[in-house]
């Protein structure tokens, strides 16, 4: 055990501590307001505060793990070695920056609180963070800080017995269009056949027909094969299903389809499922808990789990829904247009709630990858995209994080826009733990 002495104990300074300590380094920490305690401690121990006590390990404080509320701060970037980092703390501090204060600054999303530009779908873009800015988006960069860190705190403390965290690996399937053509009623194909007729597409127009009636297999029906894989290296695989009512926006089968109910209730056999929220449930509480409840019916089993749908996130608001609603886990920390570490972290971490000043229950799951910011707003070419996904990896191995990626079901299709990128998702998996 390591013990901090700190002048005061906070909620931001035991929740950032306990994260960076406990779920990162697995070094448990203790605090404490009295020199005397500290002074007769004779284990691993140092000094978060203004001034050090005496030649002790000593990481000198920013104010912002005692403040309360939001306020706009100024960020100065500076270089820990090679690494990022920012809120200096002088030469006195055996860190020569408030590693912890600048870790709860990123993984709070205390930026995400500030004002800034929404996108066209009222979410917080990467190019508003401090990350992006600034360059580190594809690192974990609070991972790599406490490992920098450990390197420090061993120097200081050798005979302590240091444990060692195991990297894991999470597959997450997104499911907005359950099928390309199955399921989808008579009126809507009917449609979508003469659209494709008179946009040319005249190989979708038969694709359709032949899938109709049942002498192809509908290209988006691509569960056997993530369940194969999930099953042949045993990888941990959730996936998040869209049950909302129909919109310009959720255009998935109705929820009520009774093939649709069977496939939920088939792969949830077998691997974990969660619900995907959809458009307008983000300021809307009623339509989350009608939708998790009816996740709920088709599984018969209580949610847990939640994605928001085209990840539609917005602080502190769409965590204070799920939380009254108790799911206890939410994979949506990412960005859409951009690949990295939103949080700044490869560590699951529970959320802070800057307006109430408390850790919640709510565990957060940031993800690294997806598909569709690959493919559609990068604009890769499999081969391109799977070198980055591997690079990604290596970030997080490197740290001994949680890799998760995000993948569609109608992304391993191979129809023309998704051509290849079936053995982008095989190659990835089997080359994880290699």
Known sequence: MILVYTHKITPRLTY???HFFIRILKVPVSFTTT???FVAHNGPKMTYAKSSLGNEFFVRSNDLLFQQGVDDIDINISKWDNVTCFFKAGESSTIPFDIFAASFYLMSRYEEYLPYVQDENERFPATESLAYKYKFLDKPLIDIWAYKFLESLKEKFPDYDYKKREFEFISTINVNRVYAYKQK???RNFGGFFSDIIRL???KAIERILVLLNFRKDP???YDTILEVSK???IKTIFFFSIGDYTTYDTNVSSSNTKYQSLIKSIADYVDVGLQP???????PSKLKKEKKRLEAIVNKPILKSRQHLLRLKLPETYQNLIDLDVAEDYSMGYVSHYGFRA????PFYFYDLDFEIQTPLKIFPFAVMDTTLNDYLNYVPAVAKSKINILKKEVKNVNGTFIVLFNNNSLSENKHWKGWRKVYKDVISQIYN
């Open 16 to 18: 950032i501590f306990k």
């Open 35 to 37: 020199v005397d305690e």
């Open 185 to 187: 009623g008579i009126l």
């Open 201 to 203: 597409r005249f190989d």
């Open 220 to 222: 988006f029906d691509t």
């Open 232 to 234: 042949e290296h045993k």
């Open 278 to 284: 959809s458009y307008f449930t983000m300021n809307s």
């Open 344 to 347: 700044s972290t490869c560590t």
